[in-house]
């Protein structure tokens, strides 16, 4: 499953900038990874992954895969956007069809960037764009109701339910509160997104630093990590103008940068780690001689639903999952030495994955 992330923010924030750089490094990565620009706006970037190399080594494998993720750059909203300003309305359709929203904000001053509201208050930006998406839910909301309302009243138990869950969000909208701070049951959440509510969608705020605050940020975006723990979101602190010279170096020059700026890695790792965090994502691995793969799935996954991941044939006819610990499968240098040791599991249908497991399924077509 690949990751789908709308960045979004107002003009002149340096979202294009943060955009172009993972698309950058995506290029480079074209050697050893696969990566594809499916649109102008749009880029897989392979996920960061510091346990695949010694995987591969462990096996042998000819090639390293890593997960994805896919990132939609959303031109720059205004104000009015839900009304159709700028290109408004077309732009917020593109956000329905993503997992999570990046919202980048201005975290820098610089008097030859012109900010389109003429002035740097990364807490207002925010707002702004936040109260386009409320807007735009309202409007698609409040079309819904009419209809929804009569088929209930003939017994439709489907639109009742569906009401219910519209009346739900109308209150934290209606509220001045974004969609995703309704309490939703697990029994309601599949319902719930096919509402693909713009505000429903988890947030994520990137503070775009100048260079010398990429490390530990500054007072703006201390205002925004602020707002994100209220929010219940998460923040992020990346220089989108750093991360675009990263992108062109080499890894020998690329650690060296690192290093005289005093980071450990690239922003756009932690980024993407973030992002995962937020919608509950984790990795398991399939090791051998021809490849070693990282596979994305939520926390809690079953086995069978891990396999399905990989082809829906692997999850209907799931036998087992032999299954090694990512640590066992590197200090007992491979599957043999795991089994020797006892340390390769035969788990079944039940069994919940961990982060770092390393797989084999046993299936029947």
Request: with cysteine; proline share 4%.
């Amino acid at each position: 499953m690949a990751l789908k992330v709308a960045i979004v923010g107002l003009p002149n924030v340096g979202k294009s900038t943060l955009f172009n750089a993972l698309t950058q490094t995506a290029a480079a990565q074209a050697a050893n990874y696969p990566f594809c620009t499916i649109e102008p706006n749009t880029g897989d970037v392979a996920v960061p992954e510091l346990r695949l190399p010694p995987l591969a080594k462990v096996a042998g494998s000819k090639e390293i895969i890593p997960a994805r993720i896919n990132f939609v750059d959303i031109a720059g909203l205004v104000r009015g956007a839900s009304k159709g300003e700028g290109l408004g309305n077309q732009f917020l359709a593109n956000i329905r069809d993503c997992d999570a929203v990046a919202f980048v904000a201005r975290c820098f001053e610089d008097d030859d960037i012109t900010h389109v509201e003429g002035r740097v208050d990364p807490i207002s930006d925010l707002e702004i764009i936040e109260t386009e998406l409320m807007l735009a839910d309202l409007e698609s909301l409040e079309k819904r109701i009419t209809n929804l309302d009569k088929r209930a009243k003939t017994g439709d138990k489907e639109a009742a339910s569906t009401l219910r869950l519209v009346n739900l969000a109308l209150e934290q909208l209606n509220n001045g509160r974004p969609a995703r701070a309704a309490t939703i049951s697990e029994d309601d959440e599949k319902a719930w997104r096919m509402l693909q509510l713009l505000t429903s969608k988890p947030a994520l705020y990137v503070c775009n630093v100048e260079e010398g605050s990429a490390d530990k940020g500054n007072s703006h975006s201390d205002r925004v990590a602020d707002r994100a723990s209220r929010d219940g979101a998460k923040a992020v602190v990346i220089s989108a103008q750093i991360e675009s010279e990263i992108a062109l170096l080499d890894e020998t020059e690329r650690g060296e940068f690192l290093e005289t700026l005093g980071l450990e890695e690239p922003g756009l790792n932690r980024l993407i780690r973030e992002a995962y965090k937020l919608l509950g994502l984790q990795t398991y691995f399939t090791v051998g001689p021809k490849e070693a793969r990282a596979w994305t799935i939520p926390v809690g996954a079953t086995a069978p639903q891990a396999a399905g991941v990989i082809h829906t044939d692997f999850e209907k006819g799931f036998i087992r999952a032999e299954t090694i610990a990512y640590d066992d499968y590197i200090r007992l240098n491979g599957e043999s030495g795991a089994r020797e040791a006892g340390k390769m599991r035969a788990e079944g249908k039940e069994y919940v994955v961990h982060d770092g497991d390393v797989m084999n399924f046993r299936f029947n077509v």
